[in-house]
């Protein structure tokens, strides 16, 4: 894993036709409901959702776009080839003409029927779309041939988002496992063994709000500033300078933590902890009360507006400690893992932003695919 392996096609010179969806392929709505889905059903069953449901009947065997016709309106496009059921607010684009590659098309419309939605939108209960509005749709068409190179190509990529999906997805799951087993002590890390002792977190750290509002923020400020967000904020100056762990007071109580070593400021209700005793690892701290503070936060907060944390929450708030330099060693083993993790997701970001980009040259036509030096395949790689 980790290239797109590219098959040149032969030279791509004729002219695209515009044509109207409606003149490409039949669209129709579904005719089943959402009662009929089965958790356990045998086959795929689109409704007005990014998620494929299951149905134990089909009346659909054959290839197919899939558009919610109401809702995220030009956000979900989907593409099945085989035995399917369509909810009735959802429409089947079928019966590709043979002038028409449906997965070129259904790329396409990803990128472009969006747009051409929300103009032509009819204002009820929620936003929604009448047949009129796929049947205008205007599409740029290439030759047969060239509608199945673009499609390949867009598809290589496809597969190698997939993976790395994928294997983020494996990759947070062990280290989920990890977090629950080293944070515990259930299993130790080699060299280390002996009792954990239980303290509250008052007794080894300093637990204060900040003093800032977000009328305080800066768009281009100097320094971070916690707010109550997963976002992190900038702003102009910094009233710590130091090893923190930020959780917000109020919101999404037991969900947000933020950890920082450096120069910062924090908003009023978010708390602040600081002052580290000499035994404990601030990481440490981090990872345990990310995986474990959720459960007794939400046991002790305070209905106000919203669900509140006072301070004696934080103070009374108990862990089990093993000695620093395991602390320390189950903190830089979880750090790897975490790493690893984000070159993940930085590579897949970059993997997306490239699709992107071909998406917008190659489905209008403004770069064509190259010509090879022969008429023979070319199996050379290209990494995305």
Known sequence: MGEVRVTVPARFDGEWKLRRLGDLARIATGARNNQDKRHDGRYP????????????????DCEAILIPGEGRIGDIFHYVHGRFDVHQRVYAITDFGSSVFARFLCYYMAEHFGAHALKNTVKATVDSLRKPTFLAFQVP???????RAIAAVLSDVDELIGSLEALIA?????????MQEL?????RLPGFGGE??????????????????????????????????????RIDSFAYDCEAILIPGEGRIGEIFH????????????????????????????????????????KNTVKATVDSLRQPTFLAFK??????????????????????????????????????????????????????????????????
């Open 259 to 298: 950890y920082v070593h450096g120069r910062f400021d924090v908003h009023q209700r978010v708390y602040a902890i600081t002052g580290f005793a000499s035994s404990v690892c601030a990481r440490f701290l981090w990872y345990y009360m990310a995986e474990h503070f959720g459960a007794h936060a939400l």
């Open 141 to 147: 068409v290439p030759p047969l041939p060239e509608q």
């Open 45 to 60: 069953f689109f409704v007005r959702s990014s998620f494929v449901e299951r149905i134990d009947s089909f009346a659909y």
């Open 319 to 384: 862990l089990p400690l093993p000695p620093l330099p395991e602390q320390q060693a189950i903190a830089t083993t979880l750090s790897d893992m975490d790493s690893e993790i984000a070159a993940l997701d930085h590579r897949l970001d970059k993997t997306r932003a490239i699709k992107q980009g071909m998406m917008q040259q190659l489905l209008t036509g403004s770069i064509r695919l190259p010509i090879p030096d022969d008429d023979t395949e070319d199996d050379d790689a290209h990494d995305a």
């Open 183 to 187: 944070l515990t002590g259930r299993t």
């Open 170 to 178: 494996k990759k947070q799951a062990i280290k989920q496992a990890a």
């Open 196 to 233: 954990w002792e239980m303290r509250r977190l008052g007794d080894f750290a300093r637990i204060a709000t900040g003093t800032r509002n977000n009328q305080d923020k800066r768009h281009d400020g100097r320094y971070p500033f916690f707010v109550r967000s997963s976002s992190v904020e």
